[in-house]
Nanobody
Framework: QVQLVESGGGLVQPGGSLRLSCAASGNIRRINDMGWYRQAPGKQRELVASITSGGITTYQDSVKGRTTISRDNTKNTVYLQMNSLKPEDTAVYYC????????????WGQGTQVTVSS
């Protein structure tokens, strides 16, 4: 059974940094696109950044220049390095991956809370 497990969230002061990780496990044949989404209270879930299997990245405009998405295909892991964090970055962050496995499709992690506050 395929699972995505996120880690690295927490409480950070404005201007601080966090690095989120998301590891996929199970009987995985291939992972295609991977991405990070976030959902703030009362708002819809939105894409923060994504990365293809070949390393092509896209970013939401509000995080460009402050955020880097990367992946380690040998570890089936995607990372999100966030710098210069702002209170408006506060949200639950979810990773998503397109996985080829016994059941092929998009898989989601359980979410990790990021709170930016002084």
């Amino acid at each position: 059974q395929v699972q995505l497990v996120e880690s690295g969230g927490g409480l950070v002061q404005p201007g601080g940094s966090l690095r989120l990780s998301c590891a996929a496990s199970g009987n995985i044949r291939r992972i295609n696109d991977m991405g990070w989404y976030r959902q703030a209270p009362g708002k819809q879930r939105e894409l923060v950044a994504s990365i293809t299997s070949g390393g092509i990245t896209t970013y939401q405009d509000s995080v460009k220049g402050r955020t880097t998405i990367s992946r380690d295909n040998t570890k089936n892991t995607v990372y999100l390095q966030m710098n210069s964090l702002k209170p408006e970055d506060t949200a639950v962050y979810y990773c998503k991956a397109g996985i080829v496995a016994a059941v092929t499709g998009d898989y989601w992690g359980q979410g990790t809370q990021v709170t930016v506050s002084s």
